[in-house]
């Protein structure tokens, strides 16, 4: 079993900055691809970035040039660094890990990106 515990998210103004991190706790870390989603009230989870076993990345349109995923697989961690936070980034914010058909969420970190 694999568990991921988010942190942190928070309160921030238009045009700031927060870093997310999510540790896993699971053996052999690097073997897993690994994702944030977010969900805005009302609206379906949707795919905010991933970073392969080898390090691809992808990333949302909506993010592109703003967000940046990446991992430390000597601490077992996945981190979102989000730059020049805007209103329509406001959402639940949830770690993803995936190996073949496993697939692992965790509780979620709140973003508010407001004035």
């Known amino acids: 079993q694999v568990q991921l515990v988010e942190s942190g998210g928070g309160l921030v103004q238009p045009g700031g900055s927060l870093r997310l991190s999510c540790a896993a706790s699971?053996?052999?870390?690097?073997?897993?691809?690994m994702g944030w989603y977010r969900q805005a009230p009302g609206k379906q989870r949707e795919l905010v970035a991933r970073?392969?076993?080898?390090?691809?990345?992808n990333y949302a349109d909506s993010v592109k040039g703003r967000f940046t995923i990446s991992r430390d697989n000597a601490k077992n961690t996945v981190y979102l660094q989000m730059n020049n936070l805007k209103p329509e980034d406001t959402a639940v914010y949830y770690c993803?890990?995936?190996?073949?058909?496993?697939?692992?969420w965790g509780q979620g970190t709140q973003v508010t990106v407001s004035s």
């Open positions: 993803h890990a995936e190996r073949g058909s496993l697939s692992y």
């Open positions: 699971v053996s052999i870390f690097s073997i897993y691809a």
């Open positions: 970073i392969t076993s080898g390090g691809r990345t």
